[in-house]
T-cell receptor, first 113, second 118 residues
Framework: DAKTTQPPSMDCAEGRAANLPCNHS???????VYWYRQIHSQGPQYIIH???NNETNEMASLIITEDRKSSTLILPHATLRDTAVYYC??????????????FGAGTTVTVRA | EPEVTQTPSHQVTQMGQEVILRCVPI?????FYWYRQILGQKVEFLVS????????KSEIFDDQFSVERPDGSNFTLKIRSTKLEDSAMYFC????????????????FGDGTRLSIL
């Protein structure tokens, strides 16, 4: 699976949009980009995933660049409860050997009042 | 919303003892996983399980570890003879069947069992 690079930390003001970048320059054509978050000591929580089109759900939006080498997770109106470690994970694809997720260090997002 | 449940939430065991961690995956899911997270470190993959057999395992998952789906609802991780370094949070996850030729079903995680080895 392709490796991802994320900033180690970022701050965000409550009520503002949080834009979390992720680089995955070695992504291959059938690999998906997944985003998870982990709120202190809880299990990782699935947020969203995509292949090449932008995706939106009730939690967030995922913007994937046309060359698929990077993506941005957008939390539209961050709240204090969005304070967590956010993981960008690339996983796939056709004939993949297993479907394990490889977690990196993620981005520690702190939402401030 | 359906969720993955894990029991117990905290398990304290003496070194050398056997421990069984239990998970109830989401009911229509067919893929099952165990991960662990040592305090302050990354979440690490241990094993995946599909169709009543292990489909992939990591180097961590040595012969001291085993998994089982004893009935239609539970998925267990057994550590035969625990060591101090087995102390960690253990997370169970499950996902739906993969459709088509791509793997794109998200995994859903439980809140973990904190295993403390004394």
């Amino acid at each position: 699976d392709a490796k991802t690079t994320q900033p180690p930390s970022m701050d965000c003001a409550e009520g503002r949009a949080a834009n979390l970048p992720c680089n995955h320059s070695t992504i291959s054509g059938n690999e998906y980009v997944y985003w998870y978050r982990q709120i202190h000591s809880q299990g990782p929580q699935y947020i969203i995933h995509g292949l090449k089109n932008n995706e939106t759900n009730e939690m967030a939006s995922l913007i994937i660049t046309e060359d698929r080498k990077s993506s941005t997770l957008i939390l539209p109106h961050a709240t204090l409860r969005d304070t967590a470690v956010y993981y960008c994970i690339v996983r796939g694809g056709f004939h993949a050997k297993g479907y394990k997720l490889s977690f990196g260090a993620g981005t520690t997002v702190t939402v401030r009042a | 919303e359906p969720e993955v449940t894990q029991t117990p939430s905290h398990q304290v065991t003496q070194m050398g003892q056997e421990v069984i961690l239990r998970c109830v995956p989401i009911s229509n899911h067919l893929y099952f996983y165990w991960y662990r997270q040592i305090l302050g470190q990354k979440v690490e993959f241990l094993v995946s399980f599909y169709n009543n057999e292990i489909s992939e395992k990591s180097e961590i998952f040595d012969d001291q570890f085993s998994v089982e789906r004893p009935d239609g609802s539970n998925f267990t991780l057994k550590i035969r003879s625990t060591k101090l370094e087995d102390s960690a949070m253990y997370f169970c996850a499950s996902s739906e069947a993969e459709t088509g030729g791509d793997s794109n079903q998200p995994q859903h995680f439980g809140d973990g069992t904190r295993l403390s080895i004394l």
